[in-house]
Nanobody, 118 residues
Framework: QVQLVESGGGLVQAGGSLRLSCAAS????????MGWFRQAPGKEREFVAA????????YYANSVKGRFTISRDNAKNTVVLQMNSLKPEDTAVYYC???????????WGQGTQVTVSS
């Protein structure tokens, strides 16, 4: 069992940066692929980024590639999403997720709101 708690969301102007963190409980954190997803009002939840258990591979949605960076610290049970050059279309609730593979997630956090003003 893994519990996930996101933090770091907020209001930022376009072009600014935010750093989202996800704190995980559970001794098996280091074995999971970790991902970030987001859901904007009236839209379906979409994939943002993922990182495998070792940190050796990362995946990004085309819409955030080159602007967002995902990283993890298995010793601290945390995963971070560094978001730069934010755009109004990045406004959404951002969710942290954990699972056995980049295309399967079993555990989800409650989400943190990110609002980018133009």
């Amino acid at each position: 069992q893994v519990q996930l708690v996101e933090s770091g969301g907020g209001l930022v102007q376009a072009g600014g940066s935010l750093r989202l963190s996800c704190a995980a409980s559970g001794r098996t954190f280091g074995t999971y692929t970790m991902g970030w997803f987001r859901q904007a009002p009236g839209k379906e939840r979409e994939f943002v980024a993922a990182i495998v258990w070792s940190g050796a591979r990362t995946y990004y949605a085309n819409s955030v590639k080159g602007r967002f960076t995902i990283s993890r610290d298995n010793a601290k049970n945390t995963v971070v999403l560094q978001m730069n050059s934010l755009k109004p279309e990045d406004t959404a609730v951002y969710y942290c997720a954990a699972g056995p593979a980049a295309d399967r997630y079993d555990y989800w956090g409650q989400g943190t709101q990110v609002t980018v003003s133009s």
